[in-house]
């Protein structure tokens, strides 16, 4: 069984930075590619970013490329989300997740990584974190 567990969120300025952070219990990040979601009130779960745990790749949507950075410890078995230039649209809950990587046919790693980010079902998630972008 895997458990994420989020932390790192909080109240920020606009303009300012947070970090997230999502420790994965009971696999290692090896076999996995994990995922940052984010829900606003009102509105529906979009996906963030997502990172391959064996390699490393990226994916980042297009609302926060540039400014959201995804990375991993995988000593550490965590994931880290570092949000820069936050703006209030900026604001939700943000979640972790994970599932299981799986074959892609794909032209290059970034491709398969977007691929899978876009294609899994994410098994597991995080309790979730807020983040709130305001003055």
């Known amino acids: 069984q895997v458990q994420l567990v989020e932390s790192g969120g909080g109240l920020v300025q606009p303009g300012g930075s947070l970090r997230l952070s999502c420790e994965v219990s009971g696999r290692t990040l090896d076999n996995y590619l994990i995922g940052w979601f984010r829900q606003a009130p009102g509105k529906e779960r979009e996906r963030v970013s997502c990172?391959?745990?064996?390699?490393?790749?990226?994916y980042y949507e297009d609302a926060v490329k540039g400014r959201f950075t995804i990375s991993s410890d995988n000593e550490r078995n965590t994931v880290f989300l570092q949000m820069n230039s936050l703006n209030p649209e900026d604001t939700a809950v943000y979640y972790c997740?994970?599932?299981?990587?799986?074959?892609?046919?794909?032209?290059?790693?970034?491709?398969?990584?977007?691929?899978?980010?876009?294609?899994?079902?994410?098994?597991?998630w995080g309790q979730g974190a807020q983040v709130t972008v305001s003055s």
């Open positions: 997740a994970a599932d299981a990587l799986f074959p892609v046919s794909a032209s290059t790693p970034s491709v398969a990584a977007r691929l899978r980010c876009q294609l899994s079902k994410f098994d597991y």
């Open positions: 990172i391959t745990g064996n390699d490393g790749t990226v």
